[in-house]
T-cell receptor
Framework: KAGVTQTPRYLIKTRGQQVTLSCSPI?????VSWYQQTPGQGLQFLFE???????NKGNFPGRFSGRQFSNSRSEMNVSTLELGDSALYLC?????????????FGPGTRLTVT | AQSVSQHNHHVILSEAASLELGCNYS??????LFWYVQYPGQHLQLLLK??????LVKGIKGFEAEFIKSKFSFNLRKPSVQWSDTAEYFC?????????????FGRGTSLIVHP
């Protein structure tokens, strides 16, 4: 079974620009969660999508948004980039239902904002 | 707000030493507990999990963790570490809300094992 894939793996953007990151979950998984990982803050939960609906949301500004498609693939968008948005963005997929589900993480997208 | 504290940010050990990494959380409701590991250059992967039942759980590669409800703790242990255990370790707590779970991760502990 193929794992979680994220594209692109590396990205360099300028302040004020916007960026879209993509995540393809494990086949059959309906939940996709996004995290921001930084050395100082660790992993912080951005949001979770389940069956094309945002089910949970972390404490991030509205510049961070996402969506999920009918095939469960998900995209995350960050508008008006700031220097502090430089981070590793991780996507995790899971079944998203029933008993507490395990999450399977992708390799991440390394975003650098200059 | 729910928080997860990992007390040791950096741990350096020699091979064969015993390991214990602390994890405490602040939420009092129903929680599910996890330890994840991130080896250098690799994906974050699940080490072990606690949902219910026996509070002593065993994971991969000889790791185990004990859930102590009264102390809101879920410490990770390994009796004898190896050089290959060098990695970053994250404790995570899933708090149940409605029909889903909201995850909170600790800031991570960097473990370096010297051969």
């Amino acid at each position: 079974k193929a794992g979680v894939t994220q594209t692109p793996r590396y990205l360099i953007k300028t302040r004020g620009q916007q960026v879209t990151l993509s995540c393809s979950p494990i086949s059959g998984h309906r939940s996709v969660s996004w995290y921001q990982q930084t050395p100082g803050q660790g992993l912080q939960f951005l949001f979770e999508y389940f069956s094309e609906t945002q089910r949970n949301k972390g404490n991030f500004p509205g510049r961070f948004s996402g969506r999920q498609f009918s095939n469960s693939r998900s995209e995350m968008n960050v508008s008006t980039l700031e220097l502090g948005d430089s981070a590793l963005y991780l996507c995790a997929s899971s079944s998203g239902q029933g008993s507490p589900y395990e999450q399977y993480f992708g390799p991440g997208t390394r975003l650098t904002v200059t | 707000a729910q928080s997860v504290s990992q007390h040791n940010h950096h741990v350096i050990l020699s091979e064969a030493a015993s390991l214990e990494l602390g994890c405490n959380y602040s939420y009092g409701g129903t929680v599910n507990l996890f330890w994840y590991v991130q080896y250098p250059g690799q994906h974050l992967q699940l080490l072990l999990k606690y949902f219910s039942g026996d509070p002593l759980v065993k994971g991969i590669k000889g790791f185990e963790a004990e859930f102590i409800k009264s102390k809101f703790s879920f410490n990770l242990r390994k009796p004898s570490v190896q050089w290959s255990d060098t990695a970053e370790y994250f404790c995570a707590v899933n708090r149940r809300t409605g029909g889903s779970y909201i995850p909170t991760f600790g800031r991570g502990t960097s473990l370096i094992v010297h051969p």
